[in-house]
């Protein structure tokens, strides 16, 4: 990766909606090695994809939590259950297995407390849990999806 491929990955973390004759007269490119660049970097999965942000209060998910978990069990089958189950479950949109005193964090994005709570019931039905902890974010201070390349 040389430091045009940074160029455009930065651009496209920014805006991917840019046309590529933009993003390509951003970073000093003519557009067709820009494209080739583009399409270079999806087939070697630097960009996974390209997708559209949105305002979660604009769309009426004002409520974002972040939940730790503590395992019921530490088995393959466990592990293969729950992580199955919290997969499905939409509200969850970023999901990770943890090092620590807290086996896995979800970051959840909720209407209110009571679809929360609908959602908890559900979390807790999945696999056996030994912990639940549920921390309730009073305001976004940042918020961004840029890798610093």
Not at 52 to 62: E, I, K, S
Request: with cysteine; aromatic share 8%; hydrophobic share 40%.
């Amino acid at each position: 990766m040389d430091d045009f491929d940074r160029k455009i990955l930065k651009e496209l973390q920014e805006d991917a909606g840019l046309t590529i004759a933009e993003v390509a007269r951003r970073v000093g490119l003519s557009a067709s090695p820009c494209w080739k660049r583009v399409q270079r970097l999806e087939q070697e999965g630097i960009i996974e994809r390209r997708v559209t942000l949105l305002n979660p209060d604009a769309v009426g998910y004002g409520l974002t939590v972040f939940v730790d978990v503590r395992a019921g069990e530490h088995t393959p089958a466990w592990l293969e259950r729950f992580a199955t189950e919290v997969s499905r479950m939409p509200e969850v949109v970023e999901f990770y297995r943890m090092s620590g005193d807290v086996d896995y964090m979800l970051k959840v994005v909720a209407p209110d407390i009571r679809s929360y709570d609908a959602f908890y019931k559900r979390l807790i039905s999945a696999a056996p849990l030994s912990q639940v902890t549920s921390r309730f974010a009073m305001e976004t201070i940042k918020r961004s999806t840029a890798l610093p390349i």
